[in-house]
């Protein structure tokens, strides 16, 4: 048993030299993040330990209300036809090409609900680095939004599937999760109803002043957390009802537009890098010597981004050459999302302990190989324009 000074200390020095480590070496700080963790496990100067857990998967979650305060109902609903139209065929493609991969290598077929996963959480770290206007970036998010959440309601429903097979249990989760999101859609519609009556509420609840009790981090926060209180009750993802947390804050409280900006910082500072981490630890790097285990990872790895590049042919008329490649890569790395479904099928024997660490390889390959392609074609046209 690792002690928890030990860990205390450890966190503390990755998360404050981790960002210097990602500009020397210029790669993102989140793959640095998971490589010190793996690395500080196998030196067990990270280990099991339940407090450690919990704030990681508190990191987790908030990593889903992050992504969640990036989606506007509003700006959603007011999405041109068009688009959502060619968002539904780009995600009906990604299971197509998923489940044709499937077969093809011989993968178990639980693999076809892993490989087309799209979380926002990494897409929201682009956003760090590339002009809010960036036309690639904004469809991203917008098509990823519908992706994300095809991709939570498949988390919910696997994670019940795994849990508890085929049975009664399974359809009265399925209900709870019907139930729950037509109640969200109430709550939404009344909350819509009462700002339209009302707008002055929304400036009593969070001012745009200054103000000595930051009311807007306490809302956001009790939000957060009521949620995750509601997904417990009702026994559904956690995530998922975080991310829904988030949304209810960009939806309603749009006029405080530094408020996701002033939760980014909180999360991206402390409570984020802690899942990242924790997340490397959880991978024993003896693992690398099981043969087949790299060459599974890179397998996955190459079909995610395969069936994201052949999806992307969707988006022809939106999009050119170049910006459809940096669309589907910007996908192609659903860090958060892996883990967890990883995770829930090696928790209830699905997939073994060999999958589970080639997913945790994967998601670090696809994270390096994604973000540096990015950064490469991104700026091979801006090189481009300067010389023209």
Same mark, same amino acid.
């Not at 991969?101 to 979380?119: A, E, K, Q």
């Not at 209830?348 to 540096?372: G, P």
């Given at each position: 048993?690792? +002690?928890?000074?030990?860990?205390?200390?450890?966190?503390?020095?990755?998360?404050?030299? +981790?960002?210097?480590?990602?500009?020397?070496?210029? *790669?993102?700080?989140?793959?640095?993040? *998971?490589?010190?963790?793996?690395?500080?496990?196998?030196?067990?100067?990270?280990?099991?330990?339940?407090?450690?857990?919990?704030? !990681?998967?508190?990191? $987790?979650?908030?990593?889903?209300?992050? !992504?969640?305060?990036?989606?506007?109902?509003?700006?959603?609903?007011?999405?041109?036809?068009?688009?959502?139209?060619?968002?539904?065929?780009?995600?009906?493609?990604?299971?197509?090409?998923? $489940?044709?991969?499937?077969?093809?290598?011989?993968?178990?077929?639980?693999?076809?609900?892993?490989?087309?996963?799209?979380?926002?959480?990494?897409?929201?770290?682009?956003?760090?680095?590339?002009?809010?206007?960036?036309?690639?970036?904004?469809?991203?998010?917008?098509?990823?939004?519908?992706?994300?959440?095809?991709?939570?309601?498949?988390?919910?429903?696997?994670?019940?599937?795994?849990?508890?097979? $085929?049975?009664?249990?399974?359809?009265?989760?399925?209900?709870?999760?019907?139930?729950?999101?037509?109640?969200?859609?109430?709550?939404?519609?009344?909350?819509?109803?009462? $700002?339209?009556?009302?707008?002055?509420?929304?400036?009593?609840?969070?001012?745009?002043?200054?103000?000595?009790?930051?009311?807007?981090?306490?809302? #956001?926060?009790?939000?957060?957390?009521?949620?995750?209180?509601?997904?417990?009750?009702?026994?559904?993802?956690?995530?998922?009802?975080?991310?829904?947390?988030?949304?209810?804050?960009?939806?309603?409280?749009?006029?405080?537009?530094?408020?996701?900006?002033?939760? #980014?910082?909180?999360?991206?500072?402390?409570?984020?890098?802690?899942?990242?981490?924790?997340?490397? +630890?959880?991978?024993?790097?003896?693992?690398?010597?099981?043969?087949?285990?790299?060459?599974?990872?890179?397998?996955?790895?190459?079909?995610?981004?395969?069936?994201?590049?052949? #999806?992307?042919?969707?988006?022809?008329?939106?999009?050119? *050459?170049?910006?459809?490649?940096?669309?589907?890569?910007?996908? =192609?790395?659903?860090?958060?999302?892996?883990? !967890?479904?990883?995770?829930?099928?090696?928790? +209830?024997?699905?997939?073994?302990?060999?999958?589970?660490?080639?997913?945790?390889?994967? #998601?670090?390959?696809?994270?390096?190989?994604?973000?540096?392609?990015?950064?490469?074609?991104? =700026?091979?046209?801006?090189?481009?324009?300067?010389?023209?």
């Amino acid at each position: 048993m690792v +002690s928890e000074v030990s860990i205390i200390v450890t966190l503390s020095i990755i998360i404050f030299i +981790s960002p210097y480590i990602s500009r020397f070496l210029k *790669i993102p700080t989140t793959p640095i993040e *998971i490589v010190l963790g793996t690395i500080m496990g196998y030196f067990h100067f990270l280990g099991h330990n339940h407090l450690f857990e919990l704030i !990681a998967e508190v990191g $987790f979650f908030y990593l889903m209300f992050l !992504a969640g305060t990036e989606v506007n109902v509003r700006t959603l609903l007011a999405m041109d036809k068009e688009l959502k139209y060619r968002g539904m065929i780009y995600l009906v493609l990604l299971y197509l090409f998923s $489940f044709i991969i499937v077969l093809s290598m011989g993968f178990d077929m639980i693999f076809t609900l892993f490989l087309p996963l799209i979380s926002l959480g990494l897409i929201v770290t682009l956003y760090k680095e590339y002009d809010k206007n960036t036309k690639w970036l904004n469809l991203s998010m917008q098509i990823g939004v519908l992706g994300e959440l095809v991709s939570i309601v498949a988390l919910t429903v696997t994670g019940a599937m795994l849990e508890h097979g $085929f049975g009664i249990k399974l359809y009265e989760t399925l209900g709870l999760l019907t139930i729950f999101l037509l109640a969200m859609v109430v709550v939404f519609k009344l909350f819509r109803v009462l $700002f339209w009556w009302y707008p002055e509420f929304k400036t009593y609840l969070i001012p745009l002043s200054w103000d000595k009790d930051e009311k807007d981090i306490r809302l #956001s926060m009790a939000l957060f957390f009521l949620m995750i209180a509601v997904m417990l009750v009702l026994d559904l993802e956690i995530a998922f009802g975080a991310f829904i947390a988030g949304v209810f804050i960009a939806t309603f409280f749009e006029h405080h537009r530094e408020l996701p900006h002033k939760l #980014s910082t909180f999360g991206f500072g402390f409570l984020v890098p802690i899942f990242f981490v924790y997340t490397g +630890s959880t991978f024993q790097l003896s693992a690398l010597q099981e043969e087949g285990l790299v060459m599974l990872a890179i397998m996955i790895t190459f079909s995610m981004i395969l069936i994201r590049l052949l #999806s992307a042919v969707a988006l022809y008329k939106i999009l050119d *050459i170049r910006q459809m490649i940096l669309f589907a890569l910007s996908h =192609s790395m659903p860090l958060t999302l892996l883990v !967890a479904i990883a995770a829930l099928g090696y928790h +209830s024997n699905k997939i073994d302990q060999f999958e589970y660490y080639a997913f945790i390889l994967a #998601s670090l390959f696809e994270v390096i190989i994604v973000m540096v392609s990015i950064k490469v074609i991104a =700026s091979y046209k801006v090189k481009k324009s300067i010389e023209v």
